[in-house]
């Protein structure tokens, strides 16, 4: 099973970017995208559980997370993008249904993309 996380760039503060992440050798009920700046931590910013989408507050009305099942793949669009948007992007899967408390931890999640690096320039 591999993910494979792309899209990511440099760009000016108020662009856009789609981020996608591509899925091979299994299908997944729970996805999310976590983001990494440097010196902290990895955190949560867009969840999908089968329907159910959920952001986090510094991203909401900004970010979208979408799914294609056809082609296995999981976007997320980031509009408005500003310089704290700026880190490694990376995408994560699990098979069964994460539950809600455990949706921000990293062990929740058992498999992971590579990372794609997004640079928000002021």
């Known amino acids: 099973v591999q993910l494979q996380a792309s899209g990511g760039g440099l760009v000016q503060a108020g662009d856009s970017l789609r981020l996608s992440c591509a899925a091979s050798g299994r299908t997944f009920n729970t996805w999310g995208w976590f983001r990494q700046a440097p010196g902290k931590e990895r955190e949560l910013v867009a969840v999908?559980?089968?329907?159910?989408?959920s952001y986090a507050d510094s991203v909401k009305g900004r970010f979208t997370i979408s799914r294609d099942n056809a082609k296995n793949t999981v976007a997320l669009q980031m509009n408005g993008l500003k310089p704290e948007d700026t880190g490694t992007y990376f995408c994560?899967?699990?098979?069964?249904?994460?539950?809600?408390?455990?949706?921000?931890?990293?062990?929740?999640?058992?498999?992971w993309g590579q990372g794609t690096l997004v640079t928000v320039s002021s």
């Open positions: 994560a899967a699990n098979v069964n249904r994460v539950i809600s408390s455990s949706l921000p931890y990293r062990s929740a999640y058992s498999y």
């Open positions: 999908l559980r089968a329907s159910e989408k």
